[in-house]
């Protein structure tokens, strides 16, 4: 079955530590993938995307995110967390050819940060 | 400033009534979209319109009904059907128009409690 697995539900970091937050996902091609923020209460807010190319993205606010394609992977990483990047954040996949450019949805992985 | 406006941020409703959900776009915007969103189960699609005057349902339609009268409005009822209505909904929209793929922006969301 097509699906986007965020394997961790809650990540706790130090501030200044190093992050990498999981995706994987389930389809016949390599679909566009996205990687979204949601502060609490709040809409979602794009960190960057990958349709086709250079295969590590760079994103906002420090993120960057690496495909590879032979583990169906697109995992989300930042060097050094600050205090405000506690959030929650999901990856998103469209898959390729399919009306309308829905988006499928991974489950969210909750960050804190600790300092 | 271009964005996605939903109102109310927080509705409170008693079972057994519709409420109708608010979502506008000045971002010129073809295609808009309406998502369920519930803790620990990502986002949803209920609904999604690439075109004023057409709309297809989601993965969890039912329950749910909505219009596409112009571009930039895309009211989203829940109705008494609806089993589980309680839940944060966000809307989103992006520029579809020319049959490529384009990320999704979203606004803030309402907060919808049915006791």
């Known amino acids: 079955a097509q699906s986007v697995t965020q394997p961790d539900i809650h990540i706790t970091v130090s501030e200044g530590a190093s992050l990498e937050l999981r995706c994987n996902y389930s389809?016949?091609?390599?679909?566009?993938l996205f990687w979204y923020v949601q502060s609490p209460g709040q809409g979602l807010q794009l960190l960057l995307k990958?349709?086709?190319?250079?295969?590590l993205v760079q994103g906002i606010k420090g993120f960057e995110a690496e495909f590879k394609r032979s583990q169906s992977s697109f995992n989300l990483r930042k060097p050094s967390v600050h205090w405000s990047d506690a959030a929650e954040y999901f990856c998103?996949?469209?898959?390729?050819?399919?009306?309308?450019?829905?988006?499928?949805f991974g489950a969210g992985t909750i960050l804190r940060v600790k300092s | 400033d271009g964005g996605i406006t939903q109102s109310p941020k927080y509705l409170f409703r008693k079972e057994g009534q519709n409420v109708t959900l608010s979502c506008e776009q000045n971002?010129?915007?073809?295609?808009m979209y309406w998502y369920r969103q519930d803790p620990g189960q990502g986002l949803r699609l209920i609904y999604y319109?690439?075109?004023?005057?057409?709309?297809q349902k989601g993965d969890i339609a039912e329950g749910y009904s909505v219009s596409r009268e112009k571009k930039e409005s895309f009211p989203l009822t829940v109705t008494s059907a609806q089993k589980n209505p309680t839940a944060f909904y966000l809307c989103?929209?992006?520029?579809?128009?020319?049959?490529?793929?384009?990320?999704?922006?979203f606004g803030p969301g309402t907060r919808l409690t049915v006791t």
């Open positions: 389809y016949g091609a390599t679909p566009y």
């Open positions: 319109s690439q075109i004023v005057n057409d709309f």
């Open positions: 989103a929209s992006s520029p579809d128009g020319d049959g490529g793929v384009h990320e999704q922006y």
């Open positions: 971002l010129n915007h073809d295609a």
């Open positions: 990958y349709f086709s190319g250079d295969t």
């Open positions: 998103a996949v469209s898959p390729r050819g399919e009306y309308g450019n829905k988006l499928v």
